[in-house]
């Protein structure tokens, strides 16, 4: 099986999860075969190559999963993004709404120096809010924003016509 087809087979669609209406797109089969998630890390990896970025920002929860070895592999640092609360200095914050409620996540103010290159890390794109507020959170630390990658993009939410000119990369389409 190729890569694509592995990340299919092994994310699990829970049906009216965590609301009626929502199919939810479960990656912990993915995460639990080594094999599968070695190849998401790689595919991401080598997408961009080694070099091309110096700080990779992963969203809690899921994001942080892929995030910290892509980071790891590249030799970027890990910048993370936490929900409102979790972080203990100084933060930027920004507010979204996404598929199934609001949040606001926020990001440690002194996290990137002036042009740092910077890739955006999650597991999920749906209606695109959670990774334009990533983006403008790395934006107002003065972080240069290269990209989003992301494991699955579910089209039909149009997340990337809500994420302006942010360049996006998805290993699947749904
Ligand atoms: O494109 P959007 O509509 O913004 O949705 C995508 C986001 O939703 C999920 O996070 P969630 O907030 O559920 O957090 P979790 O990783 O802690 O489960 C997912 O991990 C993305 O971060
Ligand atoms: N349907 C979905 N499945 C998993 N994560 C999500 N984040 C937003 N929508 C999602």
Redesign the pocket.
Same mark, same amino acid.
């Given at each position: 099986m190729d890569l694509d087809g592995l990340i299919r087979d092994r994310i699990r669609d %829970?049906v009216d999860?965590p609301k009626p209406g %929502? %199919?939810?797109?479960?990656?912990t089969p993915l995460l639990a075969d080594h094999v599968a998630f070695a190849g998401v890390v790689d595919a991401i990896v080598n997408h961009h190559g080694r070099g091309t970025v110096d700080k990779i920002v992963g969203i809690e929860a899921?994001g942080f999963i892929l995030a910290a070895p892509i980071a790891y592999h590249f030799g970027a640092g890990f910048v993370p993004v936490r929900k409102k609360g979790k972080l203990p200095s100084a933060t930027y914050e920004r507010s979204y709404d !996404?598929?199934?409620g609001t949040e606001t996540i926020e990001v440690h103010a002194d996290a990137f120096t002036p042009g740092e290159r910077v890739l955006i890390v999650d597991? %999920?794109l749906?209606?695109g809010g959670?990774a334009r507020a990533a983006a403008d959170l790395v934006a107002r630390g003065g972080g240069d924003v290269v990209g989003l990658s992301v494991l699955?993009e579910?089209s039909f !939410?149009g997340g990337r016509d809500r994420i302006g000119n942010l360049d996006v990369h998805s290993l699947v389409t749904v």
């Open positions: %829970v999860y %929502v %199919v939810f797109k479960d990656i899921r !996404l598929e199934y597991d %999920v749906a209606t959670t699955m579910l !939410l």
